[in-house]
């Protein structure tokens, strides 16, 4: 079994920072990609930010140059630091890693979701 433990979501100001955190667990071989995805009321799930094992990152037009995804490897840790957020960042983050939990075997593994709130 896999698990993956979010963390790091709250309450924050306009122009404010936060930082999400998210760490697998289990029977792991290696890690394909990692990203961060977010579900606002009423609005379907998109991507924010995802990075490769290889270290290259794609960013949704939207929260470029205030986000920045990072991942650590040995630890199956990925992290979103949110700089300058806006209300509109306000939704349900969700991490996803795209794992190989054997030499053949490749799945995607979500998070459980974390708040971030941004006041105006």
């Known amino acids: 079994q896999v698990q993956l433990v979010e963390s790091g979501g709250g309450l924050v100001q306009a122009g404010g920072s936060l930082r999400l955190s998210c760490t697998a667990s289990g029977s792991i071989i290696s890690i394909n990609a990692m990203g961060w995805y977010r579900q606002a009321p009423g609005k379907q799930r998109e991507l924010v930010a995802g990075?490769?094992?290889?270290?290259?990152?794609n960013y949704a037009d939207s929260v470029k140059g205030r986000f920045t995804i990072s991942g650590d490897n040995a630890k199956i840790t990925v992290y979103l630091q949110m700089n300058s957020l806006k209300p509109e960042d306000t939704a349900v983050y969700y991490c996803?890693?795209?794992?190989?939990?054997?030499?053949?075997?490749?799945?995607?593994?979500w998070g459980q979701g974390t708040q971030v709130t941004v006041s105006s």
């Open positions: 996803k890693l795209d794992l190989w939990r054997t030499l053949v075997v490749r799945r995607d593994y």
């Open positions: 990075i490769t094992s290889g270290g290259s990152t």
